[in-house]
């Protein structure tokens, strides 16, 4: 049991915003713990897309940005395109169990 | 370029046990902490183990503490998971992958990945 929280599922139109949340707790999120985040197509590895709260690697487009607040995270998607159809998960450290925790994943459908 | 290429997955009985490897190129092993993660089928992303850069020291999810035992020898590149008493629930893709950085307490972002190996457990 993921001890971070996402929505199962998000969609939007080609072009629209949409935002992936992930819930944490005192002990991880709420602990200042970087929270990372990734994307992951079927069959593929995954790829970061955010680390560090809200730093993006090369390579990835603008349209994604992070941010973190308390015990909390989120993910923003601005221009929806067709490709953006993947699961998305959030990522952080846990100091109560002393290892590393992923959200539950989200799936986001482009409509 | 920066790879990492895990083996050893297939088919195996529920209490029986089974070796993982991931080979390592294209940077410094021996600098690099390595994490074990996996995904069921039809499930998230579940972090299972990570060592430190030079084995000193280890972690593990609850869910596998006490069955697998997560080791790495620099001298070959190499990571390994052994994985003992399989239950049907431990059926996944497993992945070796490289955090960024690791620091004192624990390590950033993963950065590099394999692409998997199978483990059904039946």
């Known amino acids: 049991q993921s001890v971070l929280t996402q929505p199962p599922s998000v969609s939007g139109a080609p072009g629209q915003r949409v935002t992936i949340s992930c819930t944490g707790s005192s002990s991880n999120i709420g602990a200042h713990y970087d929270v990372h985040w990734y994307q992951h197509l079927p069959g593929t590895a995954p790829k970061v897309l955010i680390y560090?709260?809200?730093k993006r690697p090369s390579g990835v487009p603008d349209r994604f940005s992070g941010s973190k607040s308390g015990t909390s995270a989120s993910l923003a998607i601005t221009g929806l395109q067709a490709e953006d159809e993947a699961d998305y998960y959030c990522?952080?450290?846990?100091?109560?169990?002393?290892?590393?925790?992923f959200g539950t994943g989200t799936k986001v459908t482009v409509l | 370029q920066v790879q990492l290429v895990e083996s050893g997955g297939g088919v195996v009985q529920p209490g029986r046990s089974l070796r993982l490897s991931c080979a390592a190129s294209?940077?410094?092993?021996?600098?690099?902490?390595m994490h074990w993660v996996r995904q069921a089928p039809g499930k998230g992303l579940e972090w299972v183990a990570v060592?430190?850069?030079?084995?000193?020291?280890?972690y593990y999810a609850d869910s596998v503490k006490g069955r697998f035992t997560i080791s790495r020898d620099n001298s070959k590149n190499t990571l390994d998971l052994q994985m003992d008493s399989l239950r049907p629930e431990d059926t996944a893709v497993y992945y070796c992958?490289?955090?960024?950085?690791?620091?004192?307490?624990?390590?950033?972002?993963?950065?590099?990945w394999g692409q998997g190996t199978t483990v059904t457990v039946s």
């Open positions: 294209g940077f410094t092993f021996r600098s690099s902490g």
């Open positions: 992958a490289r955090p960024q950085t690791c620091g004192t307490s624990h390590c950033s972002h993963v950065d590099v």
């Open positions: 990522q952080s450290y846990d100091s109560s169990l002393s290892g590393y925790v």
């Open positions: 560090g709260n809200s």
């Open positions: 060592i430190s850069y030079d084995g000193s020291d280890k």
